[in-house]
């Protein structure tokens, strides 16, 4: 019975786009060619009366993606951080998607809490308020504890939201195969790995036990570390897969700057401290919020930035860290060469590319924003001009340096309405100055050399062991020591390190 479900689905698709008017953008924005057009007009054209309005005061693509119900929505939204895939123009446009649904009863989320819990609500809460906030996955209440009187916020996913997504992933996935059979062109934008990965973060977001824990991994990174920032948090005896229980975060909404001047506030403080605690969080932890926009912000009455709806966050690896702190700072000391090489060094441009002509490539995008008023500098313009220039050398995309530059882009527009005059470069470059210091410098070569050598020390006992064996195979025909002639020099290599790294590490302390 799937099939045919799925097949009405990709009809009423297409009857929506057609109607609404988003079917050309769409295809435009795929370079679709002759036969998956036509397939599409098809799908649509015929059926057009079938398909939805949404709202007409909305852009065409955003407009029927409103009207086809939260997966729709979701998919839009998580396109909206992907302009490698669906170009600059219609990703702008899907940025002004807003998941907000009409509420669920109070008696249906009371329901879903006591059945995921095993608690009865009003036996845990005096005060259970209407939802504050409803989205496509889930909605919010307030609600306070009947033993202490605090207030917290209680997040429920909708009723049967996780079967209403699971038919219409189904349906993305038919058409993904769809789009790859009858446009073999759009096979390197991957459709079917794309809906993969939509699939893969919508799935997390309807696991609240996954939020909860990105919670308390963000809270872990940043407590005691971060002055002026707060995060509500988890009650974990509240909180389960369909529901989480967290502080409420009681404040001014970031976006409301009277308020925030009413209330005594500094917002050229709060524009340079938001910024810093993102590149912070990118740079430092490797963790940070990837929806950090003011809806998501508040400023308590002391003055700290509070952080909350963690559905989306973002992780970049240590070496990768590295690489783009060291990318940043040259581009702040202006040094192109070194952001060339930087690149080369890391594998992400293809050696045969020539290092000087991608150097003056970089200048190219560096040299005109250096030379904007510092009002109009942005950092994530840097980033997004950057990687249209390493994919033309050659450079794949990487889905998570995308979600950082989309979020870099989000955070300059938040410090830029506290602050229009903002100077975003002099902001960043005592965050950037101090990653490298402690993270590339001397300090930082010695803190790797003590891992190896735990890393080493562990395995140490058996090298031995493994340089014998080889050196045993060695001694067999040619034919069957070839394949062991890599173990010998990995072997005999993970002795020099060790040696060597022994060495380095103890010198200084023998001295």
Known sequence: MRGPHNIWRLVRTGATLERTGAMRAVLDAMEAPRALRVTARILGWPFAWLGL???????????????LGPAYIKFGQILSTRPDLVGHDLAQQLRVLQDKLPPFSIAEAKAS?????????????SEFSEAVAAASIAQVHKARLLETGAYVAVKVLRPKIEKAFRKDIDAFYLAARMVQLLSPASRRLRPVDVISHFEGVVMGELDLRLESSAASEFAANTQGVDAGFQLPAVKWPLSGRRVMTLDWAEGAPLGDNEALLAAGHDLAQLGDRVLKLFLSHALRDGYFHGDMHQGNLKVAANGDIIAYDFGIMGHIDEYTRRVYAEILYGFIRRDYKRVAEVHFEAGYVPADRDVDEFARALRAVGEPIFGMDATQISMGR????????????????????ILLQRTMVVVEGVARSLNPQINIWQVARPVVEDYIRKRIGPLALLRDLSKAAGVLARFGPRLPGLVEAALIQQSAPAQEAAPHSTLLRVALFSGAVALGGALVYCLPLML
């Open 53 to 67: 309005k949404g709202d007409a005061t909305m852009p065409p693509a955003p407009r029927a993606l409103s009207a």
């Open 382 to 401: 840097l980033l997004s001009y950057l990687f249209e220039v390493t994919q033309k050398f050659g450079m794949e995309t990487r889905t998570e340096l």
């Open 113 to 125: 809490f006591s059945e995921e819990i095993g608690i009865d609500p009003d036996q845990v809460f």
